[in-house]
């Protein structure tokens, strides 16, 4: 019997959490169906512009994530304090990016005179709203529920495209933490559809490889917004969760290992043959930051300072005079 989302998801137990979904009906979330020759490789961008525009409006970090075939993988960490911090005008401006609301609390957004109770009625609105904004199951149902119905719309077809619901590991070490994040940026290398991790589409790791990361979502905001999937977009863009700038000086906001650190380490990993995964990065390619043309003092000092070393969204060093 599957257990209750309370008993899986414990934030004083641990705020990283290892997530993933899966299609089913032999449905396609991206790439190409074998049987039908049907491609559904547009797909990916969908979940890739929306798990990107959720994690800002959310208290939810994005640590990384891969869009599979059929499935994809998110390790995020939850910040269930942070909404506290929020006035209820700044719940209710994140809640109605997402939603409209009740008339109520769209006609306190638009300014209107409203009398004592109905002001009381929109705190207790914005109270369920804010635990709302803090909880990990309305940020896979804000995300998985709009996907599934515009898949099922293109599809032409009605009934369930996720299974029932999402799977969640807590993840309550470093250890557990800098494994999932690797296991999950490997994906595509382990399914033979990559050759190496920074060929990965639409995995974290080619994100945090890709300077003006914020332009990147603004662009997904925009797209969001000319389907009608997002209302308004009014509130900061959060990147993905940041490495520490040296291996010993991270903090509660910060991974415990450096970027640097950590593409060695997915490298490293992906050169290993694991049982049952076609794939595996050729024992025969240099190393990761080779392959980059950066050596570690470029990478640190690149990571730091984005706009000054980077231009047009290249890998590469741009240097100065």
């Not at 929020?86 to 769209?106: C, F, N």
């Not at 970027?259 to 240099?286: C, M, N, Q």
């Amino acid at each position: 019997m599957p257990r209750a989302r309370k008993h899986i998801v414990c934030i004083s137990a641990t705020p990283y959490y290892h997530v993933y979904s899966r299609c089913v009906r032999r449905a396609f979330l991206c790439g190409v169906d074998q049987h039908s020759g049907k491609s559904y490789e547009h797909r990916r961008g969908w979940l890739e512009d929306r798990v990107q525009v959720l994690s800002s409006v959310f208290s939810v970090e994005l640590c990384a994530y891969a869009i599979m075939s059929n499935h994809y993988h998110l390790v995020v960490k939850l910040n269930p304090n942070l909404p506290e911090e929020w006035s209820d005008d700044e719940v209710l401006k994140r809640w109605t990016a997402l939603h409209r609301g009740p008339v109520l609390v769209q006609r306190f957004r638009a300014g209107q005179d409203l009398s004592a109770a109905e002001h009381e009625a929109v705190r207790s609105m914005a109270a369920v709203y804010r635990a709302r904004l803090a909880s990990l199951s309305w940020f896979m149902k804000c995300l998985n529920e709009p996907i599934a119905r515009r898949a099922n719309a293109e599809d032409g077809c009605s009934g369930h495209f996720w299974e029932a619901r999402f799977h969640s590991q807590p993840l309550c070490s470093e250890k557990a933490l800098l494994t999932a994040m690797a296991y999950v940026d490997l994906n595509p290398v382990r399914a033979g559809i990559a050759d190496t991790p920074e060929e990965s589409v639409y995995t974290s790791l080619r994100a945090r490889l890709r300077s003006r990361y914020n332009r990147t979502v603004q662009r997904a905001v925009a797209r969001l917004i000319r389907r009608k999937e997002l209302n308004h977009f009014d509130v900061p863009v959060r990147a993905l969760t940041p490495f520490a700038e040296r291996a010993t000086t991270s903090t509660d906001m910060s991974l415990a290992m450096t970027e640097s650190e950590y593409l060695k380490l997915v490298d490293t990993t992906g050169r290993i043959i694991v049982r049952g995964k076609r794939g595996r990065i050729d024992p025969a390619f240099a190393p990761i930051l080779e392959r980059l043309g950066l050596t570690t003092d470029d990478w640190t000092d690149g990571v730091t300072a984005f706009s000054q070393h980077y231009r047009n969204g290249d890998l590469r060093p741009t240097k100065t005079a």
